[in-house]
DNA sequence: AGGACATTTGGAAGCGCTTCCAACTGAAAG
DNA sequence: CTTTCAGTTGGAAGCGCTTCCAAATGTCCT
């Protein structure tokens, strides 16, 4: 009985006999026989481990629910195959260069990156790596052959036609961060409503998607007119932080002033009222993610993906 | 110019000269060479991967925000190291079956395991595999040799007195899953502090962490002892749940009843009024684990650890 | 200058798997 | 009873690194 015989059985390939496979299943058995990933790495030249990279400045960006939500999604697709999950939270410089030597000695066959900023290093370091690789929404600069994004554009506006439809005029916006994708094209979809509408956005403030800067946000905007009558946020942190500040300053929402998020995260539920916003299938969107890595490694081709929003109306609208 | 003298610059070992070592750095310049961590990995028997692996039944358990913290909190221990972390979502049969299977296959050279179930298959899979393990709080049965823990009980503890301090007298508790150590360990907590204050709980409900569970003791309280006047739960989610049924009840809170939770995760800040809660190191629990199995990975013998809770008086007492 | 010792060097043997390829088997065909 | 061919079989050569060990070189002292 050869190496080759079990190498064939385990791997269930052609060419072994009835009889010894039977053979070899026994030995394996009796011999508690354990094969060793990575010698069959070294061999195949596939680790059978992809990454998800994260970069963005705050080491603690990946505290976000957002995040967790689209592991899940990522881990459910992955658990079809054999494929394992390497998680690279490389916001630090040194969590940037152990990201950059995981890539050049091969340590993973591929992978998905998210929130990449204007000019984020990342960027350049998964070009530089010839490794087959799929973003969670776009870089600002340049579109990646593979990729998968809500309809933030689409969604914004839905979003923004909702407030409109519902009588208010007087419509503020709190923008998210202009250096990335998401904050411009939701930015893009709300000035586009807005224009398709005839009006013209009320006071716009930027945020860079914490809560905080929410609140701050709306604490200019009440600032500079107080008579708003909507706000438009560019994602359900920010909403909260605007719904915060407004309750402080006793407005009533909705019927002072109407707010609407976006993201519905679990947050959106849990403010004080429920906020009215834009759901973006979070799951869904890690799940295709690693689908088309999926695929990608298995020498498909497969198309970028744009995934729907919806508008989810609850109480402060 | 051998390879192993390329080895010995790589790994800067010993015995090189000077004037090798700068030949040999010039090389791997000019050939633009790429070690393979696959290979050095076979030669030396690790493979600079630790996993950090979750059960549970709900594959989606992984969305709680707290998971989220744990793993930053892990990921900034490991940044200092050169090891890489695998994330293993294995509350399906078939993650269960990938998990064992890598462990099997020495895919990675330690492990942290979190949320074990009473009788959590994970828990067998980890003593099997014989790979250093530590464990981020403690299984229900037998105390593993290596783990992190919040002071759940002393946490309870002072939850309780607070109440108790604050002039309250018909306590009612909900509590989290029986099957769980921080579901018994608050549950104790709680029960002392009546204990030792000379008055017995006025309600038990038994929920399961989520908001949803602790929306429905509370109204199982509320049936049962419509006077109660403070409410522990067993963590923030459920207090959460239980604050909204209060609301809907037209119960002020925090003067008809006070409510405090367990966690202070950031929900705890989000619901009206904000959550009274016993803080809980979340964080520091994840790079505790870390450091914890790079202790082991490097032949150390690392004792058990157990992190302080506080708490944090908000408006919800 | 010669010997004792420390340091540097590279050849070669692994690490545990896959896979090419040549050799072999047995059954069907001539 | 050969010939042919499809299907099996295992030897051997990698995959790309580390590390043991023996040989070579260098250093210092008398």
Redesign the interface.
């Known amino acids: 009985m050869s190496r080759t015989a079990a190498s064939r059985v385990i791997n269930n390939a052609p060419h072994v006999s009835r009889a010894k496979r039977d053979a070899v299943h026994k030995a394996i058995r009796e011999l508690g026989y ?9 061999a195949t030249q596939r ?3 992809v990454a998800f990279a994260l970069s963005g400045d705050d ?2 960006l ?4 957002f ?3 689209v ?2 999604g990522i ?2 697709a992955l ?1 079809e195959t ?1 494929l ?6 490389a916001a ?1 410089d ?2 940037q260069g ?1 990201f950059k030597n ?1 890539l ?4 993973v066959d591929g992978l998905m990156v998210m929130a990449l900023r204007g000019d984020d290093p990342l960027d350049r370091i998964v070009a530089e790596s010839g490794l087959p690789a799929v973003y969670g929404g776009r870089p600002l600069h340049g579109e990646p052959s593979w990729y998968v994004d809500s309809d933030n554009r689409g969604g914004a506006r839905i979003a923004t036609e909702h407030l409109i439809g519902t009588g208010h005029t007087r419509i503020a916006a709190i923008t998210g961060l202009p250096d990335t994708e998401v904050g411009q094209s939701r930015q893009r979809g709300f000035a586009e409503a807005m224009a398709l509408a005839g009006l013209r956005p009320y006071a716009v403030e930027t945020g860079d998607f914490t809560e905080a800067s929410g609140a701050a946000a709306m604490t200019a905007l009440l600032a500079a007119r107080p008579d708003l009558d909507a706000v438009f946020a560019a994602n359900d942190n920010m909403a ?1 932080g605007a719904l915060r500040v407004l309750r402080d300053r006793g407005r009533r929402v909705p019927q002072d002033v109407a707010v609407i998020g976006f993201d519905d995260l ?2 959106a539920s ?3 009222p429920r906020l009215t916003t834009v759901h973006q299938p979070v ?1 869904a969107l890690g799940r295709e993610m690693a689908r088309m890595l999926i695929a990608l490694l298995g020498d498909e081709k497969p198309s970028p993906l744009i995934l729907p929003t919806r508008l989810v109306v609850r109480d402060s609208t």
Do not use: K, M, Y
């Not at 354990?34 to 069959?40: D, G, K, M, V, Y």
């Not at 394992?84 to 939270?89: I, Q, V």
């Not at 050049?104 to 340590?107: C, L, Q, S």
């Open positions: 354990t094969p060793s990933r990575t010698a069959r790495a070294l680790t059978g481990v080491p603690a990946f505290a976000d629910p995040f967790a939500q592991i899940v881990s459910a658990e054999e394992h999950l390497l998680l690279c939270l630090s040194r969590g152990r995981l050049r000695t091969r340590g909260a679990a947050i849990h403010t004080q799951q």
